[in-house]
């Protein structure tokens, strides 16, 4: 079955630092991909997404893009700030094969320190 | 303000003392979806449903039943839970068309089952 693995953290890095968080996925067909955050004592917040294939999705200063060769949604960010410290999580959807099922990874916790 | 409830927040019971949570979205979405957060496994797809009347399970529905009677509200019973349902429970909706995909989370859940 579809299903999405990250990296495990948690990530600690200092402010201005550049973020890398590896994600990779196992689908049958062309998902959707997402990243979502979320910050303390709240619900998930979608962060970014891309629907298909070299497709690259962009928010806040944080991108991904969709590399179907490599099965793979890497989340980056090119300076981090302490506003950034939250778990990150990578998802994906089946539903442009009308399976309507979302899977998310087992989300990755990030620190940024001043 | 556009946004996806749930009650309680919090909430202690007992081994099988039947529970409800509800949850309810005031953005006219179709598409409603229960999850819940365990540590190292990140979210879980409980149930979903696409429609009024209309529901499937997600990849664990075990211990769970779900009812959808009128759009906004989406419901989570647990008619008899055990130890193994403590966890962070979160309520989702989005929309079919336009924006699908994107999903709008509530705040969550944290039952515990003594």
């Known amino acids: 079955g579809d299903s999405v693995t990250q990296m495990e953290g948690p990530v600690t890095l200092s402010e201005e630092a550049f973020l890398t968080i590896n994600c990779t996925y196992t689908?049958?067909?062309?998902?959707?991909l997402f990243w979502y955050v979320q910050y303390p004592g709240e619900g998930l917040q979608l962060l970014l997404k891309a629907t298909k294939a070299d497709d690259k999705g962009s928010n806040k200063g944080f991108e991904a893009t969709y590399r179907k060769e490599t099965t793979s949604f890497h989340l980056e960010k090119g300076s981090v700030q302490v506003s950034d410290s939250a778990v990150y999580f990578c998802?994906?959807?089946?539903?442009?094969?009308?399976?309507?099922?979302?899977?998310f990874g087992s989300g990755t916790k990030l620190n940024v320190k001043p | 303000e556009a946004q996806v409830t749930q009650n309680p927040r919090y909430l202690i019971t007992v081994t099988g003392k039947k529970l409800t949570v509800t949850c309810s979205q005031n953005?006219?979405?179709?598409?409603m979806s229960w999850y819940r957060q365990d540590p190292g496994l990140g979210l879980r797809q409980i149930y979903y449903?696409?429609?009024?009347?209309?529901?499937d399970k997600g990849d664990v529905p075990e211990g769970y039943k779900v009812s959808r009677k009128e759009k906004r509200n989406f419901p989570l019973i647990l008619e008899s839970p055990s130890p193994n349902q403590t966890s962070l429970y979160f309520c989702a909706s989005s929309p079919l068309g336009g924006d699908a995909d994107t999903q709008y989370f509530g705040p969550g859940t944290r039952l515990t089952v003594l």
């Open positions: 953005m006219n979405h179709e598409y």
């Open positions: 449903s696409m429609n009024v009347e209309v529901t």
């Open positions: 998802a994906l959807s089946d539903r442009n094969q009308n399976f309507n099922k979302f899977y």
């Open positions: 689908a049958t067909g062309y998902p959707s």
